[in-house]
């Protein structure tokens, strides 16, 4: 579409040379990682401080052109696909570490900072940055607090929203606010945590100050096979109810064992219905004593094997095949889905054996790893889009996939957000007067609607329509990045 | 594992649903009110009372999952002692300030008490709620999955919301199993190096879980295994308290029975960088801190000695206890916003409580 001379005008003096509006310079713009959704924008800004951002936000305003927040682009959900006749905000270049304050427990960063780049400048007084979304050498803070990142360390040490003490944000009229504070105390209305995860509608994140860890000082990692999946859902249970809080506990069916096995060569048994990794971190004390209780807990629960990670190597090959699992089922078949659905714990046999059975339905192959810790499951559905009819088949058993997390009390995203890819399973997870409320809310920060319009929240007008996350070829953009 | 039993409690929906849409006809205001144990936080309402204590009872409960779901007013002491049954606790280790404090108070207050330091406010274990909002709308937000990034996050924003968004009629809490060993520790220190301790101790990542100085004395709590504890005792220092004189004492601060808060009228809550001196720049004897110095309190003092200290420090204060809570101060008692954030604040409220009758006035004028 035509863009408005005098807004071209007005943004070209803003910005200069980090004005992009040719279709050639725009085009590596069109999508984030879910490429199945695809839209070139007709702008591209390249601020490089707050107060350019301020600037473009308020032209943008006076002229109602709709602006989309962009960090590094990996997200899975299509939250910063550009819209029609829209801006995109590509914040890549606000990218300095302000401040890194080990003694109050801190670093302050600009959002285009990469996540992993946070722990790096940390690292050197012994501290780190927790959230470790799998995209986190490439994933930016501002993009992790837009859609509430999460990662392999949840249940211990939370999500984005755990661990963000304060963000500055601009409002679709140009204004700078404070919100949070270094204590995470702060007068009035805890609105940051409404900003945390609102996926870029409610304002652009121009600064985060990120609480910092101490590098736990030692880590073990421990492996459990079970001949059932039921029982090795029992065992998570029964640890967590002893009251250990491992750092990480991830579960794997036995096709995702498979495919893992073949792909990494990380020594997981063959023969195994389920595998549980469980890494326990902190004082040396607490963790041989937890790995050691986690240990005769898992034995009793019935696991075939249990192992400890004898050294660092071994811990690193142990994860390795968890932590390639994306790939290695995407060998499996031309095209996979990756679902995003969280349950209650106690549902998960039930509803591994309801997606098994749409797994006959739908005549698809799915293999299941899941941050047991947490509830949240990604089950990988197999397809090739090149064959008649499989691809509307496995969106259709995605869905159903959701359908069956909704009904056990659970959500249709844990942790890669609605963006345009769940717009249709949010429809089942909320009703009308919810997702009213949404929209209320979001124009309560943004009036005009011009921050990332139809993202986040369906209209009950677009509640009948399902989507779901597909993958050619087993590409995502930002392919050598892990995903689990 | 499996949900546990519990007693059905009762329901009350129905009937606060109608009182707030008769109300909210009526643009009559109501004051929001489970145990009425923190009703001297926040302004003055003028308004009806719309009580909660009737709409209580445990809805579920399952200790592998870590997470409880009751009604709001649930008594916050039947929910304490149901997770102890099962090795378990809340987190952020809320004041209760009386028997009768409810869970949705406990909530809506957003208070936290010694183990904040460690693990956090109330709003990070906020997992879901139903709220009744301000024109009879029942809303669902979040739910009973620790990982759920769903529409907007709403229901941590109740936390800490004082009621003014809309009536808590359910919330579901992450909980955490209590811990294993804990030991109490007192030494006579003086306020900044107190704070410099307890700094360096959190930043090479000794599990203190509580820290309390006052009158010269700082008390450190440490939470781990038995042989753990062992090691890390001697970095802090100082005599061990036997388990109930801990208990005692801990109790005392989270509930403000100690002799420090008996005595403080008013009390200032001021809000600090941890490294901040704020505390020590003031007359020790009016003075005491938790949460390594994060969270100082102020006795006695006048407003304009608070102004000058967080303008110096940094931070936000809060006017905790007035002089006297009936004598109708009409000032306000929590931080003053920026005007821009003050309308975006006026904005969320009419989102959920269009006709304004939620505890108006509860957390600002006109709000």
Known sequence: MAVDAGLLRELGSVLGPGLLSTPEACVAYECDALTAHRHPPDLVALPTSVEQVQQIVRACHRHSVPVVARGSGTGLSGGALPVAGGLLLVLSRLDEILEVDPRRGLARVQPGVTNLAVSEAAAPYGMYYAPDPSSQVACSVGGNVAENSGGVHCLKYGLTVHNVLAVKLVTMEGELLALGSETGETPGLNLLAAVIGSEGLLGVVVEVTVRLLPIPRRVELLLAAFDDVGRCAEAVGQVIAAGIIPAGLEMMDAPAIKAAEAFARCGYPLDAQALLLCEVDGLPADVDDEIGRARALLEAAGATSVRVARDAGERHRMWSGRKSAFPAVGRLAPDYYCMDGTIPRRHLADVLAQIAALSAIYRLDVANVFHAGDGNLHPLILFDAGKDGELERAERFGAAILEACVAAGGTVTGEHGVGVEKLGPMCSQFGSAELETFHALKLAFDPAGLLNPGKAVPTLARCADYGALRVHGGQLPHSHLPRF | ?367
């Not at chain 2, 409810?102 to 330091?117: D, I, K, M």
């Not at chain 2, 709620?129 to 029942?138: F, I, N």
């Not at chain 2, 969270?295 to 936000?316: F, K, M, P, Y």
Request: net charge neutral; charged share 20%; glycine share 12%.
């Open chain 2, 1 to 367: 594992m499996a949900l546990i039993d519990t007693p059905p409690g009762q329901d009350h929906t129905d009937a606060l649903v109608e009182r707030v849409r008769a109300a909210s006809n009526a643009k009559m205001p109501l004051r929001i009110v489970g145990g009425d144990t923190k009703c001297f936080y926040g302004r003055p309402v003028a308004g009806e009372t719309l009580a909660l204590a009737g709409h209580y009872g445990v809805l579920s409960y399952d200790p592998a999952e870590l997470v409880i779901t009751a009604r709001g007013g649930t008594l916050l002491g039947e929910i304490e002692a149901l997770l102890a049954r099962h090795g378990q606790r809340l987190p952020f280790e809320p004041p209760s300030f009386g028997s009768l404090a409810t869970l949705g108070g406990t909530v809506a207050a957003g208070l936290a008490g010694p183990s904040r330091v460690a693990l956090g406010p109330v709003r990070d274990y906020v997992l879901g709620a139903r709220l009744l909002a301000g024109d009879g709308r029942v809303l669902k937000f979040g739910g009973e999955v620790m990982k759920n990034v769903a529409g907007y996050d709403v229901s941590r924003l109740l936390a800490g919301s004082l009621g003014i968004l809309g009536v808590l009629l359910e919330v579901s809490l992450k909980v955490l199993p209590v811990a294993h060993g804990t030991r109490t520790l007192r030494r006579s220190i003086a306020a900044q190096d107190a704070i410099d301790l307890l700094g360096a101790a959190a930043q090479r990542g000794l599990p203190l879980t509580g820290s309390f100085w006052s009158t010269g004395e700082l008390h450190v709590r440490l939470e781990g295994s038995p042989s753990g504890l062992d090691e890390v005792v001697p970095a802090i220092g100082g005599d061990l308290l036997d388990e109930s004189a801990a208990a005692a004492l801990w109790h005392s601060v989270r509930e403000q029975t100690h002799a420090y808060f008996t005595s403080a009228h008013p009390l200032w809550r001021l809000s600090l960088p941890a490294t901040a001196a704020g505390a020590a720049l003031l007359h020790a004897d009016r003075v005491a801190f938790e949460w390594n110095g994060a969270q100082v309190w102020l006795n006695g003092v006048e407003r304009q000695t608070i102004d000058l200290v967080t303008r110096t420090a940094g931070g936000h204060a809060t006017l905790f206890r007035r002089e006297d809570a009936k004598d109708g101060v009409t000032g306000e008692v929590f931080a003053p916003l920026p005007a821009p954030l003050l309308d975006l604040h006026r904005a969320v409220k009419r989102v959920f409580d269009p006709a304004g009758i939620l505890n108006p006035g509860r957390m600002y004028a006109d709000l």
